[in-house]
T-cell receptor, first 114, second 114 residues
Framework: EAQVTQNPRYLITVTGKKLTVTCSQN?????MSWYRQDPGLGLRQIYY???????DKGDVPEGYKVSRKEKRNFPLILESPSPNQTSLYFC?????????????FGPGTRLTVL | GENVEQHPSTLSVQEGDSAVIKCTYS??????FPWYKQELGKRPQLIID?????GEKKDQRIAVTLNKTAKHFSLHITETQPEDSAVYFC?????????????FGKGTKLSVIP
């Protein structure tokens, strides 16, 4: 089954404790992206990647890192999480950008930073 | 960067009536405009999209119109049904030179009253 998976789905952590949210897709997609969703703010793009070893900042990259060492995986790294990073995070993928193909979203990761 | 404004933020309609959601964007280089539906507790899913060389697109009860001169686009849902109740997001994508950045509106919560 074609899908985007994220792990963990729920995470409660404390300020400053490094964490990684994994994202994996099995559709051989070139393009992958991370969004955060906050009430009243919609979805905001954090980082995106056009291909292996190619990443670019989105609208809200501060406090986040990403890597794209393999085509199927695009982990989101919070080196020193803070409470304002409490949010619902979605990973998405498509063959290229949206002009070419639909973006498929993962199920979401709800992160709480205390 | 791109800025997408979406109105209204909430919308209630009687079952069978039509619903219209409007979005404006700021970057004239935007060339792809998808609409996503997000049901409670679920991931966003693409329902319809339009590219900059097209003025209107329909898919059964859903239609999207685009006015590039005025930089606005709209979602029209006819004969609304209770299962149309969800949050709807518009988005605009600037693509080119190997970069694809997708900016979302803040969302419209649509309630269809039986």
């Amino acid at each position: 089954e074609a899908q985007v998976t994220q792990n963990p789905r729920y995470l409660i952590t404390v300020t400053g404790k490094k964490l990684t949210v994994t994202c994996s897709q099995n559709m051989n997609h070139e393009y992958m992206s991370w969004y955060r969703q906050d009430p009243g703010l919609g979805l905001r793009q954090i980082y995106y990647s056009m291909n292996v070893e190619v990443t670019d900042k989105g609208d809200v990259p501060e406090g986040y890192k990403v890597s794209r060492k393999e085509k199927r995986n695009f982990p989101l790294i919070l080196e020193s999480p803070s409470p304002n990073q409490t949010s619902l995070y979605f990973c998405a993928s498509s063959f290229f950008g949206g002009m070419t193909d639909t973006q498929y979203f993962g199920p979401g990761t709800r992160l709480t930073v205390l | 960067g791109e800025n997408v404004e979406q109105h209204p933020s909430t919308l209630s309609v009687q079952e069978g009536d039509s619903a219209v959601i409007k979005c404006t964007y700021s970057d004239s280089a935007s060339n792809y405009f998808p609409w996503y539906k997000q049901e409670l507790g679920k991931r966003p899913q693409l329902i319809i999209d339009i590219r900059s060389n097209v003025g209107e697109k329909k898919d059964q009860r859903i239609a999207v119109t685009l006015n590039k001169t005025a930089k606005h686009f709209s979602l029209h849902i006819t004969e609304t049904q209770p299962e149309d109740s969800a949050v709807y997001f518009c988005a605009a994508e600037v693509s080119g030179a190997g970069s694809y950045q997708l900016t979302f509106g803040k969302g419209t919560k649509l309630s269809v009253i039986p």
